[in-house]
């Protein structure tokens, strides 16, 4: 009877042994979890962030190689006889990427005719941003408005732009409202600085191109910096230096 009492104590005995090893696992991965997760997190986030940076260094390339043939940056859209949009700055840069498309791009016709249906489903490379899962669509937006580098309609020099390339903006990325493509859709600086203030805006902050080609992270609470970036004449100099 003894023997059997000490094989039944020990049985429990293990069998209690293995619940709290089994417990302390669970704790101890929760807590692995909780600890690398994080972690993991901000890895991804840091690399598709530096893949996005590369989009906008390349597109910065295009502008200043278009600036180079026609001796100004592009307008940020070109309109037909009626006023309506015809080509976004987006697709006027076609010929000026790494992966030159702009044979398969019909300039004669507006951006959402059917001619251009093949190309605006297809020719988005370097338009495409690891921070949007919309097919055909990107957050590389133009900052429009009558004292950016990006104008209205009009070709804007960089002996326009008085407060230096490496001080004055011309595109962000916009991750909340992507648009097509070949669209010519923009954002204006009143809706950007109007956006920027919300206590909610996209944490870090806003990638933005500068007009000399660099990319810079604008953190949340620099406001003033952002909103002296977007005017290309205002005499302030944000990054110091001309």
């Known amino acids: 009877m003894r023997s059997r009492k000490s094989s039944g104590n020990t049985v429990v005995v293990l069998i209690v042994i293995l619940v709290v090893v089994g417990i302390m696992f669970v704790l101890c991965a929760g807590i692995a979890v909780a600890i690398f997760l994080p972690a993991v997190q901000q890895a991804r986030a840091a690399a598709r962030r530096a893949q996005s940076m590369n989009n906008m260094r390349q597109i910065g390339i295009a502008l200043h190689n278009y600036h180079a043939t ?6 940020a859209l070109i309109t ?8 976004s700055w987006r697709a006027s840069l076609l010929p000026f990427l790494a992966d030159n498309y702009a044979d398969d791009y019909d300039y004669h016709v507006a951006w959402d005719d059917p001619n251009n249906q093949v190309a605006a489903q297809r020719y988005r490379d370097v338009y495409a941003s690891p921070n949007v899962d919309r097919e055909g ?11 950016t580098i990006i104008s209205p309609e009009l070709g804007i020099q960089m002996s326009d732009v008085n407060d230096g390339l490496s001080n004055t903006l011309c595109i ?3 991750v909340e409202r992507p648009v097509p493509w070949n669209a010519p859709q923009d954002i204006s600086p ?3 600085l109007k956006r920027y203030d919300r206590q909610d805006f996209p944490s870090p902050g806003v990638l933005v191109l500068m007009a000399d080609g660099s ?3 604008v953190t949340f609470g620099q406001t003033e910096t952002l909103e002296s970036m977007i005017d290309r004449d205002d005499g302030k100099f944000p990054l110091g230096g001309f």
């Open 137 to 147: 669509y990107t957050p590389y937006v133009a900052v429009v408005g009558p004292k």
């Open 70 to 75: 026609y001796k100004s940056f592009p307008p």
């Open 172 to 174: 962000i990325e916009d």
């Open 215 to 217: 990319v810079q992270l």
């Open 80 to 87: 037909e006889e009626d006023g309506q949009p015809r080509t």
């Open 190 to 192: 009143e809706e950007l």
